[in-house]
T-cell receptor, first 115, second 116 residues
Framework: GAGVSQSPSNKVTEKGKDVELRCDPI?????LYWYRQSLGQGLEFLIY????????KSGLPSDRFSAERTGGSVSTLTIQRTQQEDSAVYLC?????????????FGEGSWLTVV | GENVEQHPSTLSVQEGDSAVIKCTYS??????FPWYKQELGKGPQLIID???NVGEKKDQRIAVTLNKTAKHFSLHITETQPEDSAVYFC???WGLGGGATNKLIFGTGTLLAVQP
């Protein structure tokens, strides 16, 4: 597609359930990022994928969070045993390739509400 | 550690006036500084960026200045219009000192309100 595509756009889930959020990066982009944005807050780095390299998971807040990227393209962010504090917008972004200064493009986000 | 500070957190201006948002960063190796505009319910959109080999860049009503020595960079919007109202985020690239990740570290955002 023309831009970064995320699904679902909105998700309401019950506390304790698992959720999966999907990201389709811009075609040909080798770098993929996940960020989290809580209501009225800035963007918190979660995880970074670059090509076939091991992902940088340093931003994941707990072991309930995991992400994978299959075939170097689509990525899935999984949150297990969701908690209310997980409610946020989860933003995916992609960039053409590794290296400083490559423009990073964001999707519209997946709005997660844990009730 | 990784840190980008952004001020002010809110800014209200009259239509036609200028708006200035300032950021400081901590990683002296950073050399790429983008600015994003985020409208309600949407993802951040890149509006302008600057690399460390220049001190200023302008695109119509928007300009960004960079002082690498002081580790400051600023966004300037002239002749503001109501459609400029949004949240603006500065960012700095992190991890250029040998790390594998070129991740963006964001400031906390500035809510700009342009009053008609």
């Amino acid at each position: 597609g023309a831009g970064v595509s995320q699904s679902p756009s909105n998700k309401v889930t019950e506390k304790g359930k698992d959720v999966e959020l999907r990201c389709d990066p811009i075609s040909g982009h080798t770098a993929l990022y996940w960020y989290r944005q809580s209501l009225g807050q800035g963007l918190e780095f979660l995880i970074y994928f670059q090509g076939n390299s091991a992902p940088d998971k340093s931003g994941l807040p707990s072991d309930r969070f995991s992400a994978e990227r299959t075939g170097g393209s689509v990525s899935t962010l999984t949150i297990q045993r969701t908690q209310q504090e997980d409610s946020a917008v989860y933003l995916c972004a992609s960039s053409p390739h590794r290296g400083s200064g490559n423009t990073i493009y964001f999707g519209e986000g997946s709005w997660l509400t844990v009730v | 550690g990784e840190n980008v500070e952004q001020h002010p957190s809110t800014l209200s201006v009259q239509e036609g006036d200028s708006a200035v948002i300032k950021c400081t960063y901590s990683d002296s190796a950073s050399n790429y500084f983008p600015w994003y505009k985020q409208e309600l319910g949407k993802g951040p959109q890149l509006i302008i960026d600057i690399r460390s080999n220049v001190g200023e860049k302008k695109d119509q009503r928007i300009a960004v200045t960079l002082n690498k020595t002081a580790k400051h960079f600023s966004l300037h919007i002239t002749e503001t219009q109501p459609e400029d109202s949004a949240v603006y985020f500065c960012a700095a690239i992190w991890g250029l000192g040998g790390g594998a990740t070129n991740k963006l570290i964001f400031g906390t955002g500035t809510l700009l309100a342009v009053q008609p």
